[in-house]
C-alpha cells in the first residue's frame, strides 16, 4: 500500500517569527537609509565640527604648554620632577631626561591603594626609576572607608625604601562616607605615625589645596610638610608653606605616551639632596 505524505501547515508562532523578522528587517534598513542618507547630505557641516573641535583641542594644548613654560621660567633655581602611576601604561626610563629644557630631577611612583592594592606598575617603575638618574620616592592613595593601619602595612610591604629615596607620601583627596572629619583625621595620623616608624623618617603628604586649606592645614601642617596639586591657570609661583606644587597634570616628557603630572620643589638640588633618606 503507498504511503500517504502528510505536509504540515506552518503554525501560528512560525509564522509570526517570519512577520517580525522581516518587520525588524524593513524597520533597521530604513534607519541606516536615513543614516547614510544624512551623513552624505550634511557632510560638509560634519566635516567643519569635527574640524572645529580639532582646533579647539590644539588651541587648549597650546596654552597647556605656554603656560607650563612661564611656570618652568620663573622656577629656574628650583627642581622640577614628575610623578607617575599604572596610568601612564609601560614608560621608557632611559627616554627621560628633561622638561622644557629643565632637567627633571625626581619621580614619585604610586605604590599602593587601600588596605590591599598595589598599583600594577610599580614593581617595574620603581625598579627601573632606581637604576636611572632620577631621586626616587613612593606614594600611597589613601582610602577614608578602608582601615588606616592595614592601609600602612600594605605601603610598608610594598615598598622598600633606600638610601636616598624621598619620604614616604600619604595621598589624601577624598572625604570618608562612613565616617566624620574627625575620624578621618584619626586613621590619617595613625597611618603617618605607623609609617613614620616603620621607616624612621617623617611623611609627606599630598592632597589638593582646597583640601588642604579645608580639612588638613590647621591640624596637620606643624608636623608635616605638603606636596599641594593647584592647577590654577593664573598661579605662577610656588606657596612658601608647599613643599612641593603639581603644578599640571598635562605635561608631555620624552618616554611616557601619557599626559604626566610635573612638579616644583621648592628648594634647591641640594636642598633635595637634605631631605632624601639618610
Not at 580639532?54 to 605656554?66: G, R, T
Not at 603656560?67 to 620663573?74: D, S, T
Not at 599604572?86 to 619621580?107: F, P, R
Request: net charge positive; aromatic share 16%; charged share 30%.
Amino acid at each position: 500500500m503507498a504511503k500517504t505524505t502528510i505536509r504540515r501547515r506552518p503554525t501560528r508562532k512560525s509564522s509570526q517569527l517570519k512577520s517580525n523578522f522581516w518587520t525588524k528587517f524593513t524597520v533597521i534598513s530604513l534607519i541606516l537609509f536615513a543614516l547614510l542618507f544624512a551623513v552624505y547630505h550634511y557632510r560638509n557641516a560634519i566635516l567643519y565640527y569635527f574640524s572645529f573641535k580639532s582646533d579647539k583641542v590644539l588651541k587648549q594644548e597650546k596654552l597647556d604648554a605656554a603656560r607650563i613654560f612661564q611656570v618652568l621660567k620663573r622656577h629656574e633655581d628650583n627642581v622640577i620632577g614628575f610623578d607617575v602611576s599604572e596610568y601612564q601604561g609601560t614608560i621608557n626610563w632611559t627616554e627621560i631626561d628633561s622638561l622644557e629644557m629643565h632637567k627633571l630631577h625626581y619621580v614619585f611612583i604610586r605604590a599602593t591603594a587601600g588596605s590591599d592594592r598595589v598599583d600594577s606598575k610599580f614593581k617595574e617603575n620603581w625598579k627601573k626609576a632606581n637604576k636611572s638618574n632620577l631621586i626616587c620616592g613612593a606614594y600611597h592613595y589613601y582610602r577614608p572607608n578602608e582601615n588606616s593601619i592595614e592601609q600602612a602595612k600594605n605601603f610598608i610591604k610594598t615598598v622598600k625604601l633606600k638610601k636616598g629615596n624621598l619620604p614616604p607620601v600619604l595621598d589624601i583627596e577624598k572625604l570618608s562616607e562612613s565616617q566624620s572629619i574627625d575620624s578621618l583625621k584619626i586613621g590619617l595620623k595613625r597611618w603617618l605615625e605607623y609609617v613614620e616608624k616603620h621607616y624612621k623618617v617623617k611623611p609627606i603628604i599630598y592632597s589638593g589645596e582646597k583640601y588642604y586649606e579645608d580639612f588638613l592645614k590647621e591640624e596637620f601642617e606643624d608636623d608635616y610638610t605638603f606636596w599641594i596639586a593647584n592647577y590654577n591657570p593664573w598661579k605662577e609661583t610656588i606657596d612658601d608653606e608647599w613643599l612641593f606644587w603639581q603644578f599640571t597634570e598635562k605635561a608631555v616628557i620624552d618616554g611616557i605616551e601619557t599626559k604626566v603630572d610635573v612638579n616644583v620643589y621648592n628648594g634647591t638640588p641640594k636642598m633635595l639632596k637634605y631631605l632624601t633618606i639618610n
